[in-house]
């Protein structure tokens, strides 16, 4: 099945909505699958949707790159979503979130970010089933998005660009490529990105993400939070000389510029496209993902290997268990000390009341938190498991934030917890 061109697109975020809906030459909006509701939806993506403008839920939260089948419901609500949106296709990421559970006989840790999967002829079956199990579940194409990734993996037995060959051969699956990716990888892992891009299956291209990051220690973080670097964009021109991507978007998750900031990297996405030559059009098309009747399973035995390696990646970073043999324990604990900033961050959005309420002193309670307390649920569900460890252990900071917390607290989760003296009592 041939996908629509889908041209100049922006993420949208509803801190830059109403910038989104003026700007020229915006051609679709990628969403949130998980920030969205169906019938609930923002009206500045009505809006855009009665323009004609293309919306594509892009999903968070599957972990299809885990040692477990997806998810029934989560694979449920990304189809509502795309119905709902009337979206040409769906993404999610080469990731895992989770680990633990019934497969590792060990606790359900949460990452709360994209962690890279091995790049391994296990990872590769399990990989590939769980794509299959989603296509089946969707009611349009998936894409799937590389990662940028702090750590690598030991005993790896191909490149990125073998990887994702593979997989679209075996699955059919569409490829969103990260050239930013791509460029984190390089950085933090030393990995050419020529040779990525020349190793592809650039014929199963959906269409192409560009973001900025920072670097730190020497260290390139992928924040989507920072302009646009020139290397990103040398990449992305890099790509476009190979094959005219059906759609380039700009990703913009935080500290977000003035809207003419925004309008000029636009420009220059499209100048760095135009520099490639736009492509060679006239490709094949990628493998036809197989009917849902000849979708094979893999054994258990092979999902419980790669559910092992995970948990015990997952475990390390957030639970402080010993780094597994073979990882960088200098890269471990940077990849560790990451996962714990950004769930501060985004449980600080999820709850805005909790920094308003504890000051100064949010931040640096939370990672003390953090360092104890593995996340098990979702972000909501660390706020309140936080907000209920600190009033349990009388760690708020006086009478008056007490009070401020506990009311918060019990307005979402019914009464207040009891001190932690008074739970050993009893």
Sequence with gaps: MTLQRLGTGIGWRPEIADAVERMPGIDWVEVVAENTCPGHLPESLRRLRERGVTVVPHGVSLGLGGADRPDEERLAALAERAAALGAPLVTEHIAFVRAGGPLTASPVLEAGHLLP???????????????????????????????????????????EGQFLYDLVDRTGVRLLIDVANLHTNHVNRGEDPAKALAELPVEAIAYVHVAGGVERDGVWHDSHAHPVPPAVLDILTDLASRVAPPGVLLERDDLFPEPAELERELGAIRAAVTAGGGGVDGRSEPPAPPAAAEIPDIADATRQRVGLAQAAVLSSLVAGTPVPEGFDRVRMGVQARALAAKRADVVAKVAPELPE????????????????????????????????????????????????????????????????????RA
């Design 357 to 424: 309420i504890l000051g100064t002193a949010y931040r640096g309670a939370f990672l003390a938190y953090a360092q104890e307390r593995p996340m098990t649920g979702g972000y909501r569900r660390d706020a309140l498991d936080f907000a209920a460890e600190l009033l349990r252990e009388g760690r708020t900071g006086g009478a008056g934030t007490h009070r401020r917390l506990r009311a918060w607290w019990r307005e979402r989760s019914g009464p207040a917890p009891r001190r932690r003296t008074l739970l050993r």
């Design 117 to 159: 999967v091995p790049r391994t002829r296990d990872a590769l079956d399990v990989l590939c089933a769980n794509i299959r199990i989603a296509q089946a579940a969707l009611p349009v194409p998936l894409a799937v998005e590389n990662i940028a990734a702090l750590i690598a993996w030991p005993g790896e037995e191909m490149t």
